[in-house]
């Protein structure tokens, strides 16, 4: 039998059409995979999925699903290409030809019934609030948009709590979204469902014009991301961590409770960071609380680790030794910080399950930067 | 009543492709005054230029349009074409119908009437043309070279031995470029100092080579033929006229300065000749470095000094030189890779970029050749290059630099002959395209170096594993095997990007010539005329054109001096008739014109209060007489009712 291939260009044709042309681009340097945060620990292959696509060969569906999109090798990429596009557009391809993964069936599943990933009912949307804060109407300045995992997944459901306490003693005019709210669609596009994310950014584009909002803080940067680069309305979307770096600055909130010489370190979020260019503020907003010390770890900033939670990780098993959050804490643990703060509810769901499987509660906590605020006000 | 001539270029299928060249024919011989209108495949080739000189005898032409491609391309071509055939060279009008129509149009019947319209226009404009003299004027038959690495040496030493006179003009205290760092040079291994000093020598010896060490280009008037160019000396703190040489006041000295020739790796004294073998072999003051300029006390090398050159008084001075050519060999820059954290260079010691390593390497480098960490004794055991550092990538620079496989490849060679270390190689892919250059690849194959294909993607001397533990780790995909890979090693080698002297813009501006979109110097054409610049009389030649290697920048040294004989050879020079001329009469003196030009070809005569042009500046493009509210400028062979002419047949269409 031959073991000869032959490319099958109409294939790689389907990709480019679908949005992933840039692979044209490439020259095969090696240096995504390189970057690539998974090369150490599986077999995912950034630019062997590249090659394939490019010529159209067998292979790419075993390939395409290793991508966390946390957009290192974008930055890296000599040649400019936009790898995350590439991902998106094969699994677009080969999503819309029924090759969905079963727990991301799920995740499609409930967004389109529910308009959230979580299999939450969607008039409970706003259950942990317990009616204490504000819905935002016409006339309020800040819409503080709620990401779905902060109101549904128990453990950011604190997030979202820190969070508006916070708004509330800032005596800033804002609100929250009704129970009308959706995901930003944001990890759905990059599983490559481009109709149900048109679907989510409708809704929740009509929600904003609807109401007259115009400034909205984000608390997840994967929303904030989607709304400034896919949005594409002229909004002023700000991350919570700018709004409270600002905030500090400004007087209108002071940390005053000492904690008393803890040591934390600060996990930059791939959609804060390389995504958004975020690095500063939630450093300015951690250096602002008394009596924590911030150390670094190795990775940070433009280099950071990725927590293996975008691009639908969030919703995917991984097998022991293939997880990136377990490295990240092994790294958070070796700076000797006990709190590993983050800003993003993706990381913390998926650090905070590194913690509780390595069992290392007793050494770490993973903490919301909204969180330890939170806390050093409250002396 | 004029006797036209229309020559129609199929430019081989360039043109006829999407112009109907003989429909184009046919339509010309329709319009008045077009007594004759051929096509033909290569109107430049010789039958091309023999059917219109035989036209011009047989129909009696007294007009010539020929279209074609760009006039930037021909228009020389055709010119002298005519004249052979006795017609004044001014008598002839290029309609390019290739790049402004054929490669820009897809369709075939827009492009033809596009076509027909350009003809139609030059057919109007041809019945006015006027026949010019060319003025002649002297040429200074002397030359300068700005530059003196290996491709200003060359050129100098070229021209010097045809007699001519040359200035070559050194920023740095010597001679010698880059290549006097380097140890041995690819693909031959030649000892580069064996090479190199010889010539370096030769300058200084020859009785036609002026040498202008420490010296710097200030200003620049005039033009092809007679420029006029103001030299920065300098202050060296020693009266280079009195030094014998002897070198006693660098011993003394007890100020430290970075060693520029050794990369930083030392420090040399403040005092200082570069290097043993350096051009001139006298010393100048680095004043930063001074402990007398810093403290106001010291003076020991004035002590020691028989010759009683020490001269703290010392002040730059300037001077004018006239030369009728220039040549720019300024070479480049290596890239500073410090931006690029994740090769840790600055942070990690292990960590090198090229040009350290050429200083491990030389015998009169820093460690005598031995090549070891910075520590000043460790051997490495193993070694990484890494290629395409900042070359080939759109986040630094585009281009590849084209001669960092070959060097990268000398230096596995050499680390093989001076370590016991184990060598990889990490490349995207390996350029080799030189003479003996596959040949060299070849050898080092052969020579077990690990070739690893894959671009680095980071080092760090972060690691789990304890056998790696205070090795730095590279990490990069193989992508022949497709497996990522961690390399432990004790030594990095950064191969980084050639990029544009930091000054090259500066350089630019001071003798009117372009750089390219990297910063390079531009030339003329990149086939036809690589060493020459839009500016006349500039020529260009090595690095400072574009990455090169030693065989090329000689190469283009000895061109470019060809190049500036062709100028410098001729007592006189024929200038372009096509230029502006001022009717002072009714100029206004608003000196609109002299803002506009961008050659700077205008006057103000503040006497007479009238604009005059300088011919030998004037390139004709008429910026002024559009721009004249008087029009009171005349750009001959463009003038108002040429150019008015030329619009009405177009505006037919
Ligand atoms: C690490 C490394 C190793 C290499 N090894 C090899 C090899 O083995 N074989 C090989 O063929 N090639 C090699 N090359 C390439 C080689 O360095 C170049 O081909 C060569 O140096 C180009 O010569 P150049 O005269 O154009 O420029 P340069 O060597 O850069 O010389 C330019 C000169 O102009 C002077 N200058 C600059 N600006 C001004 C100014 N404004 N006014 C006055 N003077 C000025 C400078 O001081 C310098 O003396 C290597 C390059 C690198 C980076």
Redesign the pocket.
């Known amino acids: 039998m031959s073991t000869a291939v032959t490319p099958y260009l109409e294939m790689s044709q389907a990709i480019a059409d679908a949005g992933g042309e840039a692979f044209r681009k490439c020259y095969q340097c090696g240096t995504c995979t390189g970057t690539c945060p998974w090369s150490p620990i599986t077999h995912f292959n950034i630019r062997k999925l590249m090659r394939l696509s490019q010529l159209g060969f067998d292979g790419i569906e075993d390939l395409m699903w290793g991508c966390s999109t946390c957009k290192f090798c974008v930055d890296r990429c000599p040649r400019g290409v936009e790898i995350i596009d590439l991902v998106r557009s094969v699994r677009s391809v080969y999503a819309g030809g029924g090759l969905l993964p079963p727990p991301l069936r799920a995740f499609v599943g409930s967004l389109t019934a529910r308009g959230n990933p979580w299999t939450g009912d969607a008039p409970k949307r706003n259950d942990w609030a317990q009616d204490k804060y504000p819905l935002f109407a016409e006339g309020k300045e800040y819409l503080y948009w709620t990401c779905c995992t902060v109101c549904y997944d128990p453990r950011n459901v604190l997030v979202a709590k820190a969070t508006a306490e916070i708004l509330e003693k800032s005596g800033l005019s804002w609100g929250l979204p009704g129970t009308d709210a959706q995901c930003c669609g944001e990890s759905v596009r990059k599983v490559g469902d481009l109709d149900l994310f048109e679907k989510l950014k409708n809704n929740n584009l009509g929600i904003f014009s609807a109401t007259g909002a115009k400034k909205i803080i984000t608390i997840s940067p994967h929303c904030l991301a989607t709304f400034k680069q896919e949005y594409g309305e002229d909004y002023e979307v700000i991350h919570f961590s700018e709004l409270l770096a600002d905030l500090i600055k400004s007087g209108k909130v002071t940390p005053t409770k000492d904690a008393g010489g803890l040591k934390v370190t600060y996990h930059d979020p791939c959609y804060l960071g390389r995504h958004s260019g975020i690095y500063d503020a939630p450093r300015e907003v951690l250096s602002a609380l008394p009596g924590v010390e911030l150390v670094e770890m190795d990775r940070i900033r433009e280099q950071s680790m990725c927590c293996g939670g975008g691009g639908g990780g969030l919703w995917v098993e991984r097998a022991k030794g293939e997880r990136l959050s377990d490295l990240r804490i092994e790294e958070a643990l070796s700076t000797g910080a006990t709190v590993l703060a983050t800003a993003c509810p993706y990381c913390i769901a998926m650090l905070e399950d590194s913690v509780r499987t390595m069992n290392a509660e007793d050494k770490i906590k993973v903490k919301d930067l909204t969180e330890l605020f939170l806390e050093s006000l409250e002396g | 009543m004029s006797r036209i001539g229309v020559f129609v270029c199929h430019c081989g299928l360039n043109i006829a492709k999407t112009v109907r060249v003989s429909e184009l024919a046919e339509f010309a011989r329709t319009l008045p005054d077009v007594v004759v209108a051929e096509d033909y495949k290569f109107m430049c080739s010789t039958p091309g230029q023999e059917l219109i000189q035989n036209d011009i005898r047989k129909h009696n032409l007294d007009r010539v349009i020929v279209a074609a491609c760009s006039p930037l391309m021909h228009e020389r071509t055709f010119r002298k074409v005519i004249e052979n055939a006795g017609l004044n060279q001014y008598l002839l009008s290029i309609v390019n119908v290739r790049e402004q129509d054929s490669w820009v149009t897809e369709d075939e019947d827009v492009a033809t009437t596009k076509a027909k319209a350009l003809i139609n226009g030059a057919v109007f404009r041809a019945r006015l043309l006027q026949p010019l003299v060319s003025r002649f004027i002297d040429v200074n038959p002397d030359v300068m070279v ?8 060359q050129a100098a030493l070229e021209l010097a031995d045809t007699g001519k006179k040359v200035y070559l ?4 205290p ?9 140890d ?4 031959t291994l030649d000892c ?1 100092a064996c090479i190199l000093t010889p010539k370096m020598d030769a300058v200084l010896q020859s009785s036609n080579i002026e040498l202008l060490t420490y ?3 200030e200003e620049v008037k005039g033009f092809v033929g007679n420029f006029d160019i103001k030299i920065r000396q300098k202050a060296r703190y020693v009266d280079h006229d009195k030094c014998n040489a002897c070198l006693a006041c660098t011993e003394k000295c007890p100020g430290r300065g970075v060693s520029e020739w050794d990369e930083g790796l030392v420090k040399r004294k403040a005092i200082y000749i570069p290097f043993p073998q350096a051009v001139p072999q006298k010393p100048v003051i680095d004043r930063e470095n001074c402990t007398f300029f810093k403290k106001g006390k010291c003076r020991l090398c004035e002590k020691v000094c028989e010759q009683e050159a020490i001269d703290f008084e010392q002040k730059d001075t300037f001077r004018e030189v006239k030369v009728g050519a220039v040549i720019l ?6 890239m500073d890779t410090k931006p690029l954290i994740q090769y840790g260079y600055g942070k990690l010691p292990g960590v090198h ?3 350290e ?2 200083r491990l390497f030389n015998s009169a480098g820093p460690t005598s050749g031995k090549v070891v960490m910075r520590d000043g004794k460790t051997e490495p055991q193993s070694i990484a290059i890494l290629h395409c550092i900042g070359s080939r990538d759109k986040n630094n620079h585009e281009y590849c ?1 084209r ?2 496989c ?2 990268s490849l ?1 230096f596995a060679h050499l680390l093989k002959e001076k370590t016991h270390g184990d060598v990889y190689q990490l490349y995207i892919d390996m350029r080799a395209p030189g003479k003996g250059y596959e040949e060299f690849y070849n050898r080092l194959v052969e020579e077990d170096v690990k070739f690893i294909r894959g671009k680095a993607a980071r080092v760090t001397d972060k690691t789990d594993n304890p056998d790696h533990a205070g090795k730095l780790i590279v990490e990069v995909e193989d992508t022949l095997t497709s497996q990522f890979v961690t390399i432990p090693v004790d030594m990095v080698v950064l ?2 990007a ?1 990029k544009p ?1 930091q ?1 090259a813009k ?2 630019a501006r001071l003798f009117n010539l372009s750089t390219d979109k990297y910063g390079f110097f531009m030339e003329r054409h990149p086939k036809l005329a690589p060493l020459s610049t839009m500016t006349d009389g500039v020529f260009i ?4 054109q574009s ?7 000689v190469s ?2 000895t061109g470019a001096a060809a190049e500036a004989l062709t100028i410098v050879v001729k007592d006189k020079m024929e200038l372009e008739a096509a230029t502006a001329i001022v009717n002072s009469a009714a100029c206004c003196g608003c000196q609109n014109c002299v803002r506009v030009c961008p050659y700077g070809a205008p006057m103000f005569n503040y006497e007479k209060n009238v604009s005059e042009i300088n011919e030998a500046l004037c390139k004709g493009c008429g910026l002024c007489a559009a721009s004249c509210p008087a029009s009171a400028i005349i750009t001959r062979h463009f003038t108002n009712d040429q150019v008015m002419a030329e619009m009405e047949g177009l505006m037919e269409f």
């Open positions: 700005v530059g003196g690495g290996i491709a200003g040496i003009v050194e920023r740095s010597t001679i010698g470029g880059h290549m006097a760092q380097f041995k040079t690819f693909p580069s010296c710097e280009v060999a300024t070479g480049y820059d290596l970029h090229a040009l390593l050429e630099s001669v960092c070959m060097y000398k191969s980084p050639m002297r000054d500066d350089m030649a090595g690095a400072c990455p090169k290697d030693i065989p090329d920048s283009q040294g």
